[in-house]
């Protein structure tokens, strides 16, 4: 008796484990419980691209250098703080906390982003 | 087709140097190259294709030197796949010129990644120029990841700070200024409380008449704060230098020749020895701008400087690697 319900249990557990696949990446952003969900942000032509970016708590970003000029991603309050990036070289951080995370390239300080984690 | 007073500046109503007309033509001739001579703070500029009217008294001098900048070594997109060729190129010029410079200063932008091995090569390459002494300001990109450490331990010997210095020559004193530290986000370049209290006490004690020449890699003037070509405390530091009759500064980073005459100021940025940048908001960003093979030569170039005792005046001199 007790060996059936275990049964039944996994049964029903790899049922919602195809339910969920099967609705697709979206439903990951909707529920906190799923895997945390990266975000892209691109620098060209000595701009970070979105700006503003707004992720969920959880979220890692990863900057992509696509400029022929190396830059760096730094947060303005010490969160973050990449390597020079080259030409197509990548940086990636993981917000774990809710906040407003503004951001510059220490070499090209003009160049200014943000990211709004909720 | 060049007639008389067509390359100098003829519209000088403030009598102050400045002629809007004569600078933006200085500012067209980034890539052809400019001869400039500079009395009592007014500057006369000539395009290079005059050189051959004027006589030795324009292009001698009990001091003369060169500037060069912005050799970027590592670099390796297309805009200049080979930047250790034409750093050479830019030695052989140096080494062509018909009265031997006494040094250099090269102001910033050495390595374009701050490795030591592109450091090694900018070394070697200077090793087979005449002029033996090299005086070096760091650019951003030699103090990348490490706050500057190693450009200090190779170039800073005797410096203070982040690498300011002072030494004379001649009778000019000669001050080598530091912008490209701890830079704040949205800001330009910056000197610091630190350096201007130096600056200050460096030159405080000085005769009035004695010649300045101050270099740094940013330029210490407002080229196009956009896109970040211009110290934020840079009026601070020329306060300083008022009182003297001759003030040359001389600027690297925006990777083309520019000029203008403040009062007793005058302002002169070298082009790159590596690869041009674009015009002060001529393009979407100042990245590297690609220009046909045959063309490279002529938009990169080194800058000859000459003293000429009792006349208040230094002679700047671009050519191109062409």
């Keep these: 008796m007790r060996r059936s319900v275990s049964i039944a249990s996994l049964a029903a557990a790899l049922v919602f484990g ?15 419980q799923q895997k945390p969900e990266t975000m892209e942000v691109k620098i060209d032509n000595f701009s970070f691209g979105p700006a503003t970016l707004t992720v969920p708590v959880g979220t890692t970003v990863t900057w992509t250098n696509r400029d022929d000029i190396p830059h760096t991603v730094v947060s303005t309050d010490g969160v973050f703080k990449s390597k020079v990036l080259d030409t197509d070289e990548k940086f990636s951080f993981t917000f774990s906390k809710a906040g407003t995370f503004p951001y510059f390239c220490s070499i090209h300080p003009k160049m200014t982003g943000k990211v709004v984690v909720q | 087709m060049a007639g008389k007073g067509r390359d100098e500046i ?73 930047v250790a060729g034409t750093l050479k190129a830019a030695v052989d ?24 091995e592109e450091f090694d090569t900018v070394d070697q390459i200077l ?87 101050v270099f740094a890699h940013i330029p210490l003037w407002s080229v196009y704060p956009e896109w ?10 020329l306060g300083y230098l008022k009182k003297f009759g001759s003030v040359t500064v001389l600027n690297g980073h925006i990777h083309q020749t520019m000029q203008k005459v403040e009062g007793n100021v005058t302002f002169h940025t070298a082009a790159s020895t590596a690869f041009p940048q674009p015009q002060p908001g001529k393009a979407d960003s100042p990245g590297p701008m690609k220009v046909p ?30």
């Excluded at chain 2, 002494?133 to 951003?140: C, Q």
């Excluded at chain 2, 410096?159 to 986000?185: P, T």
């Excluded at chain 2, 970040?228 to 530091?237: H, L, R, V």
């Excluded at chain 2, 045959?294 to 671009?318: C, M, P, R």
């Design chain 2, 127 to 213: 090793k087979s120029a005449k002029p033996k002494d090299v005086f070096y300001v760091p650019g951003e990109h030699d103090v990348l990841n490490d706050d500057g450490k190693q450009f200090l331990e190779r170039y800073g010997k005797g410096s203070k700070g982040a690498g300011w210095y002072s030494f004379d020559k001649s009778g000019v004193r000669f001050i080598g200024l530091v912008n490209v530290m701890n830079l704040k986000a949205g800001g330009l370049g910056t000197l610091g409380h630190e350096q201007l209290e130096w600056l200050e006490d460096n030159v405080k004690h000085l005769k009035h008449s004695t010649p300045i020449v």
């Design chain 2, 293 to 322: 093979a045959e063309q490279l030569k002529s938009v990169l170039g080194i800058t000859d400087v000459n003293y000429v005792q009792g006349q208040h005046a230094l002679a700047v001199v671009d050519s191109t690697l062409a």
């Design chain 2, 228 to 237: 970040g070509w211009g110290t934020e405390d840079s009026a601070q530091a």
């Design chain 1, 18 to 32: 195809v339910g969920a696949l099967s609705a697709g990446p979206k439903s990951f952003v909707v529920s906190a």
């Design chain 2, 10 to 82: 003829l519209h000088d109503h403030n009598h102050d140097g400045i002629d809007r007309r004569g600078f933006l033509k200085c500012m067209a001739w980034a890539g052809t190259g400019a001869f400039c001579v500079i009395q009592g703070g007014v500057l006369k500029s000539y395009s290079l294709s005059r050189l051959p009217e004027l006589g030795p008294k324009e292009t001698r001098g009990e001091l003369s030197f060169v500037q060069i900048s912005d050799s970027h070594m590592g670099f390796n997109k297309p805009a200049n796949p080979d």
């Design chain 2, 93 to 116: 010029k140096v080494n062509a010129l018909p009265v031997a410079p006494e040094f250099m200063l090269h102001t910033g932008d050495i390595s374009h990644l701050s490795k030591p």
